[in-house]
């Protein structure tokens, strides 16, 4: 299934919508800034909590943690110490890790499990520029690849919001 993002509208007081490939409202995500530390809450179309997006304050590099109904879904860090290359992990309990790696600033790039590709993200589907999509395996959790997408998105855009660079 493909879902379609914006890109560049994320900063964590903003809602935004994902829609699937037929255009129509697949999730919402809303922003809830706090003065302990930003949370995003990922919805369906109706409002209902699938999943909590938190950063992770005291953490050294990015690191954001992805909570369904209380329980830890993945932890989603920024690996360090690639200069040309950024990628993330996403570290989910079990050995079911999920690797994002590729050109994550420009929206190519793709999710992979033990080696074996199971989403993908891509501008180039799309011809207005600030869109882009991601296609999931089936089969796959939609919702802790599309969250894993926005922290992606947040981390590498998130320069100008807090005035240091990571």
């Known amino acids: ?52 997006i938190a950063q992770k304050v005291l953490s050294w590099g990015p690191t954001y943690e992805v909570t369904r109904g209380g329980e830890t879904l993945a932890v989603v860090k920024k690996k360090l110490f690639t200069f040309f290359k950024c990628s993330f992990m996403v570290d989910v309990p079990g050995p079911d890790d999920l690797k994002a790696e590729g050109n994550l600033l420009n929206h190519e790039y793709v999710f992979t499990q033990h080696g074996k590709q199971v989403a993908s993200v891509s501008k180039k ?39 240091h660079h990571h």
């Open 125 to 163: 589907w799309f011809s207005w520029s600030d869109t882009y999509g991601i296609d999931i395996n089936a089969g796959e959790d939609t919702v802790l690849i599309l969250c894993s997408a926005v922290i992606i998105d947040m981390a590498c855009h998130d320069n100008h919001n807090h005035g």
């Open 1 to 52: 299934m493909r879902y379609i993002m914006k890109q560049k509208i994320l900063s964590w007081s903003d809602n935004f919508v994902i829609r699937d490939q037929n255009e129509r409202e697949a999730f919402r995500v809303k922003g809830l800034v706090f003065s302990f530390g930003d949370k995003l809450s990922f919805q369906d179309g109706s409002g209902q909590e699938l999943a909590h």
